[in-house]
């Protein structure tokens, strides 16, 4: 069983930045896809961004490209998601996901382990 922890979710301004980690519990860390999704207010999950375990290939969804840049520390069993330039409509509760698929995943369906989200609110 692998156990998922967020942190660094909070209120921001529009134009501000915020750093999310997600710390995993696990001896395997390095066999971890990890994604980030997003829950709005009344909406669904969305797909936000991706890491390959090998942490060679990213992938992100149009909303976010060229804003949030997803990482991973293999030494700390964490992935990181910095999102600057943020948005009003980005404000959701964010969660990762674990997977131990060598492809990188975008849909939540793939993922077998999540976290239980922190919230991001951005104010205009």
């Known amino acids: 069983q692998v156990q998922l922890v967020e942190s660094g979710g909070g209120l921001v301004q529009a134009g501000g930045s915020l750093r999310l980690s997600c710390a995993l519990s696990?001896?395997?860390?390095?066999?971890?896809?990890v994604g980030w999704f997003r829950q709005a207010p009344g909406k669904g999950r969305a797909f936000v961004a991706a890491?390959?375990?090998?942490?060679?290939?990213?992938k992100y969804a149009d909303s976010v490209k060229g804003r949030f840049t997803i990482s991973r520390d293999n030494a700390k069993n964490t992935v990181y998601l910095q999102m600057n330039s943020l948005k009003p409509e980005d404000t959701a509760v964010y969660y990762c996901?674990?997977?131990?698929?060598?492809?990188?995943?975008?849909?939540?369906?793939?993922?077998?382990?999540w976290g239980q989200g922190t919230q991001v609110t951005v104010s205009s």
């Open positions: 996901a674990a997977d131990n698929s060598a492809l990188v995943q975008t849909t939540s369906p793939h993922y077998d382990y």
């Open positions: 696990t001896r395997t860390f390095s066999i971890y896809g």
């Open positions: 890491i390959a375990r090998s942490g060679s290939t990213t």
